[in-house]
């Protein structure tokens, strides 16, 4: 039976929430390719997360756990994937385009010599064929291109986070999980990490219910600080555009976009952003788009469920002092 | 010493990319060709790093005739020797295609000094997969060592560097054995102003050009579309999605429009 792996991409014991997007749509593809959908989990100590693996979706778990596997680092995780594969031949394997994800799998292709499709926002099965549709933005999202890998296996690809949904986690799932041992050695990972530094207070942009978003239209660093305090108000995380992040008035972690992140709240709230197509690859598929924006032809207009035309400003103290009342009530 | 290989690619200005709405295509023409930003902080990283520790850059590329312009660019940052790779037999490459053809090259230049370390730009902007330096990296078996934002140092005797990698939740400090191939982020160099002399250096180089015949030996069926299991099928523009309404403040109250708000906001459950 044809088989759609996921790579499961953990650190320190905590699975990327992107795996389990990417468990949503395998399921998916598996029911047009009448196969089965397998999750891979690599690390050292990570059995317990075989069981949640399953939940989301999985009939089948691999599991790999070596000393060497502590970390990530690309060769130990680009053998251990690319041997997995080369035993059981599956027919799709799927990673999540994250920094990680990214980095392994240019080398997870090379080894199995196979083609590879790097940040994927559609993936479908066409019917004739039975060949994985998989379309992406290219050439700074000003066009899509699909891409088809007719006749290697498996067929891969990298998949932007928060495109596709979390699907719902099954109580006592049922499942095989199948572990693997496999040949690695601190020789071959050639690289010893030293330290790490972790971020301050990590940006959680990609996962919030609400984003309030400024551009260069804004106009400085001590304006933003008046879309932070909405922000706040809202529970909400601070996103911006690249022009603004070049300005130096927010840092890079909240870049919206194609070179920034992809975003899909509830709400986004976009003040004086123009809403150039590389902005919008990152947050078009958000559920409500609010703009607002003083020029009627701004293009974020066009992608807006609600737009206003005015000055950002007025809009922001006004929504400002009206969430304060409504907190007081 | 240490002996650099830098790959560079040459991309449209994505800027200014237009496309033509009938057929989804890109209009090429005025369009300027540069060198891939990421590329220049990895040639001005090796700029520095030769001041530094002395050695010798070599740069290849992989491109059409004019890909010549960005080599000549590169010998302004120091480059001392430049190869084109130039063949209607490398076109249509996909990155599998791509990091073989690179892989090789790389694999003939070290026949006669091998290299200890090898830059790559993060991702290239018209393509934009980075996928092409974890690719020539697994070709050569070396390590790789993607997002570098930081070389803290390099110790020749020990054959060892110290590095800084960017990830989704912090920086790590790595250790390594030369060789390896890193690709480079932003903040890792400025790119420095370039003075009259050096560009004058540039005008007056030409690449070596390497072609499918030689002097390097290629395997046919891995080059160009041939050697591509990825194919394009299709190529659109996005479609926009509907407009809303739009509500402009010389016509409406604020007091409305921020009622519409809040109203959303509670649907939402968010309030
Ligand atoms: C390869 C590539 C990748 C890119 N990646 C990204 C990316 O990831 N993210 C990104 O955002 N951009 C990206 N860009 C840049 C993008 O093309 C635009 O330049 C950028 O998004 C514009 O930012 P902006 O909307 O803030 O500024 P502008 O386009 O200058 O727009 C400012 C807007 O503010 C409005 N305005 C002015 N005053 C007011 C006021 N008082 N009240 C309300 N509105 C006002 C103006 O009408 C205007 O629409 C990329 C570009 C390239 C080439
Ligand atoms: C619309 C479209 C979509 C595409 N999608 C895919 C896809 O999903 N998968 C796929 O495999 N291919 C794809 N390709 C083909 C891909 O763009 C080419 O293979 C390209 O030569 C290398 O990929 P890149 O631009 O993404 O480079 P990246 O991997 O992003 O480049 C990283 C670094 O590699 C080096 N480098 C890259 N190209 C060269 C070169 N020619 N010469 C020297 N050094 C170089 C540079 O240092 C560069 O900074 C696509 C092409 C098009 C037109």
Not at chain 1, 90 to 118: F, K, W, Y
Request: with cysteine; net charge neutral.
């Amino acid at each position: 039976m044809k088989e759609v792996w996921v790579f499961i991409e953990q650190e320190e014991n905590k699975i990327h929430p992107v795996s389990f997007e990417l468990l949503g749509i395998a399921n998916t593809l598996a029911e047009d390719l009448s196969g089965r959908i397998a999750g891979v989990i690599l690390g050292s100590e990570v059995d317990n997360l075989a069981p949640e693996v399953l939940a989301y979706g999985a009939h089948k778990v691999y599991l790999v756990e070596h000393d060497c596997l502590k970390y990530y680092r690309h060769r130990p995780y680009a053998k251990a994937l690319s041997d997995l594969a080369k035993k059981y031949h599956p027919e799709i394997l799927l990673l999540g385009a994250t920094p990680l994800g990214r980095d392994l799998a240019g080398g997870v292709a090379t080894l199995l010599e196979t083609g590879l499709t790097a940040d994927v926002t559609e993936l479908s099965i066409e019917k004739e064929t039975g060949y994985l549709l998989m379309t992406r933005p290219a050439y700074g999202g000003n066009i899509m291109a699909t891409i088809v890998c007719p006749h290697h296996r498996p067929q891969m690809a990298t998949v932007r986070p928060r495109i596709f949904s979390v699907p719902e986690r099954k109580e006592n799932p049922k499942g095989e999980i199948i572990k693997e041992k496999i040949d690695l050695s601190e020789d071959l990972a050639g690289i010893e990490r030293l330290n790490f530094i972790p971020k301050e207070k990590t940006v959680n942009l990609e996962y919030a219910d609400v984003v309030v978003a400024g551009g260069k239209g804004i106009g400085g660093k001590r304006e933003f600080e008046k879309l932070k305090e909405l922000a706040e108000l809202l529970s909400a995380e601070l996103g911006a555009s690249r022009l603004a992040v070049e300005s130096g008035w927010i840092s890079y972690e909240h870049q919206v976009g194609q070179t920034g992140k992809t975003v899909r709240p509830k709400v986004y709230l976009a003040f004086g952003i123009s809403g150039a197509i590389q902005h919008r690859a990152g947050m078009q598929n958000s559920d409500f788009i609010i703009a607002v924006n003083t020029d009627k032809g701004a293009p974020i207009f066009k992608i807006a469920d609600m737009g206003i035309l005015g000055d950002w400003k007025v809009v922001a103290e006004a929504l400002i002092s009206a969430l304060k009342k409504e907190k007081d009530k | 010493m240490l002996n650099l290989l830098v790959s560079i690619k040459q991309v449209p200005d994505t800027t200014n990319i237009r496309i033509n709405p009938e057929t989804g295509t890109l209009i090429r023409e005025g369009v300027p060709s540069i060198i891939n930003p990421y590329d220049l902080i990895a040639l001005s990283t090796a700029c520095k790093l030769k001041q530094k520790y002395g050695g010798k850059i070599v740069v290849i590329t992989m491109g059409p005739p004019q890909a010549r312009l960005a080599l000549k660019e590169a010998v302004e940052f120091g480059a001392d020797r430049i190869i084109l790779l130039s063949d209607r037999k490398f076109a249509g490459a996909d990155t599998l295609a791509t990091s073989y053809t690179l892989a090789e090259t790389i694999k003939f230049l070290e026949k006669e000094t091998p290299f200890d370390l090898y830059l790559f730009g993060k991702q290239a902007i018209d393509g934009d997969t980075a996928q092409v330096g974890p690719g020539v990296a697994t070709r050569l078996g070396i390590p790789v060592v993607t997002y570098v934002n930081k070389i803290e140092s390099i110790d020749l005797k020990e054959k060892t560097i110290i590095l800084h990698r960017k990830t989704e939740r912090g920086i790590e400090i790595l250790r390594a054995k030369l060789p390896i191939l890193i690709t480079c982020e932003k903040e890792l160099s400025h790119v420095p102003f370039v003075p009259f002399s050096e560009i004058l250096k540039g005008i007056q180089s030409e690449p070596e050009v390497f072609t499918a015949e030689g002097p390097v030996f290629f395997e046919r069926d891995k080059l160009g579309l041939k050697g591509s299991p990825t194919q394009v099928k299709k190529v659109f523009t996005p479609e926009l999605k509907k407009q809303g309404s739009l509500y402009d403040l010389k016509e409406h109250s604020l007091n409305d429009v921020i009622g519409k708000i809040l109203e959303i906001l509670r649907a939402k459950g968010l309030l």
